[in-house]
Each structure stands twice: as C-alpha cells, then as structure tokens.
C-alpha cells in the first residue's frame, strides 16, 4: 500500500527543472560559529605576558603546555583548563566550570576558581584557590594553598555563568592521592601572605584595560581562614536565607565581623531540606521552614572570643527584621556548626 506522502514528493521532484539542483539541508549545527582551538592555547611560549580579555573564551576549553618563565591572565569564564609541562610562570584564571588540571608543572603560582581542582607529579605549586569540591595531588610536593582573593568588574558575572557560588570554597581541605609516610606534599602558605607577591596584576596595555584589584576586602571570593588553627574555642553559625540582598547582607556581616576582630572561618551556600532544618535549628526549625522553598541558604562560621554575643550584636543592629538564624549561646555554637556543615558537605559530596 502506498503513502499520499511519498507520491507528494516524488510529484515535487519531477516537477522541478532538470537544471535546477536540490538545495542540501541546513542544520543548526551547520549554523555555529566555527571554534579554532589555537584561539583558546598557549603553548611553547617564554619569557612572555599573554592573556584573555573577558568575552574572549566565553565559556571554551583552554589549554596552556610547554611555557616557560611566562605570566599568563584569562580574564574570563571557562568549561575546563589543563596546565602541562609549565614552568616558572605566572597564571590567573577565571572561574572554571569544571576542573582544572595541572600535570608536570614546576614553580609556579597561581591564581584560580573551579569546580574541581587536581594537581599531579608537580613539584612547587603556589596555589590561591576557590574550589567548589576537595583539591586533589597526587605523586607531588610541596604544593602550598591559600584563599582567592581578586577582583575585577566582570567576575561576579562570571562566576555565575560557570555554575560557581562565591561561598562554596573548600580551598584548605586537601586530599593527597599518595601520602608519604613521615612527608607531608603539601601545606597552606602563611595567613599574612601578599596575594601581589606572588601572583602580580598584570602591567601590558591589553590586560591593564581589565580593572583588577587585590585588595582584601574587595576580594569577589569570601576569605576565610579554612583548616587553619582556630584562635578561640568559641565560633557562631549564621544562617541568611535566601533573598533579595541576600548575597549583600552576607558580605556586610562578614565585614562588620572582621572589623571587629573576628575570623571568618568558612561558609557554604547549599539547599535545605525539612529534615535537614529540624536538624541544625531545632527547635527553632518551624519560624524558618517556609524560608527554605526560596532557595539556597548561605551559611557562615567565624571564630573569636564572644563571636556569638557580637554577631548576634551585629544582627539586631544592622540587619533588625531580616529572618536569619544566629547561634544562641557559645555552649550550642559549636553544635550548630558542627551539625551545619556535616550535613552540608554530604550533600555537596565532599
């Protein structure tokens, strides 16, 4: 039995010209810019400052091989980055979606954000990182780690275009694939470390145009003070949820907190659940159950003798009326960060 549709086309096909050809197909895939995988290397270069403006790579793989005694900036968003066979260079890089993997390098430092982080057979990495998960070496050494700390206009924007929170950073937390008995791979660098010692704003014209900054207390990245030995046995949870200033009130309380002495220590952004409220909060669970659905909770842990008496000082008078959960008393605060963050680095699978 035959298909009116098939007689429908074959009926087209002998009305057309015999001269006239049939146009091929277009596909949307056809249609994309084509990528040149030259556009997003460096490769085999010495002694030079290179990098990428943002906009430039815009969300591309980039690969860096082979370069010596080089300063190298990608100012903008990537899927994933490999360094290999690097040494003695200079290297910032923008929020990475995925991971960033450096193999065979040598004395280098760096600057960078990622999903996931993995150093192998190196030897003297610098590294000032944010990582959403665990940082990985393996068969390395001496590798030393300290907090991103950068700014420059665009990068709050590209943070979120490669999927990443400012505040889910475990940059001290290091997992060594091959410890050595007697030997530790790797350590963090001093706390009083000058990020402009080791990883310089670049001086070339190009890369002058991107306005960046090192200062401290306009870092895009919270700096916390991660695995470092605690000053007090006193620390304070506080919990925003999720709203329009959230991400603001968050940053305003860190700095009001470290302006009065006290250490931010860590901090997570990460889905609730209704258990795990009941959980961390208690009794208190009900007043913030409907605050959930909005979205993620930012959490904040900071160390010092009185932490919990002076957040708690700081809350009623800056941040009177917006619904956030404080740690009650310095004998609970423990508990309730404790309780925060075991659940919250299940989740996140760390």
């Not at 810019?33 to 290179?50: A, I, N, R, W």
């Not at 790579?57 to 091989?65: E, H, R, S």
């Not at 950073?169 to 000058?194: K, Q, R, Y």
């Not at 670049?202 to 991107?210: I, R």
Request: proline share 4%.
């Amino acid at each position: 039995m035959g298909c009116f549709f098939s007689k429908r086309r074959k009926a087209d096909k002998e009305s057309r010209p015999e001269n006239e050809e049939e146009r091929p197909k277009q596909y949307s895939w056809d249609q994309r810019e084509k990528v040149d995988p030259k556009d997003y290397m460096f490769s085999g270069l010495k002694d030079e400052t290179v990098g990428r403006l943002p906009g430039t790579v815009a969300g591309q793989q980039f690969l860096i091989q082979d370069c010596e005694n080089c300063n190298i900036y990608i100012f903008d968003h990537s899927a994933t980055i490999t360094i290999d066979d690097c040494t003695n260079c200079i290297i910032f890089l923008g929020p990475v979606k995925g991971s960033v993997f450096f193999r065979n390098c040598r004395d280098c430092k760096c600057t960078l954000a990622c999903q996931q982080f993995r150093v192998r057979d190196c030897r003297k990495l610098e590294v000032f990182l944010c990582c959403a998960t665990q940082p990985i070496i393996e068969s390395s050494s001496n590798i030393k780690f300290g907090c991103f700390q950068w700014y420059y206009p665009e990068l709050a924007f590209q943070f979120k275009d490669a999927g990443l929170s400012i505040f889910n950073n475990t940059w001290s937390n290091i997992h060594d694939f091959t410890p050595v008995s007697g030997e530790l791979n790797w350590s963090l660098l001093p706390e009083e470390a000058v990020i402009q010692d080791y990883v310089p704003i670049p001086t070339t014209e190009e890369l002058k145009a991107v306005r960046v900054s090192t200062e401290a207390n306009r870092s895009i990245v919270p700096i916390s003070r991660g695995q470092r030995q605690k000053s007090s046995d006193e620390s304070c949870l506080v919990v925003l949820f999720a709203g329009d200033y959230t991400i603001a009130n968050a940053r305003k309380l860190i700095d009001e907190m470290v302006g009065k002495g006290f250490f931010l220590v860590q901090t997570k952004e990460v889905s609730m659940k209704a258990e795990d409220a009941q959980r961390v909060f208690r009794e208190k669970a009900p007043d913030f159950l409907p605050l959930l659905n909005k979205g993620p909770v930012i959490a904040l842990e900071f160390n010092g003798d009185g932490a919990v008496e002076g957040c708690q000082l700081i809350v009623n008078e800056i941040f009177n009326g917006t619904k956030m959960f404080v740690s009650e008393s310095k004998e609970t605060a423990s508990g309730d960060v404790d309780s925060f963050y075991n659940f919250a680095d299940i989740q996140m699978g760390i």
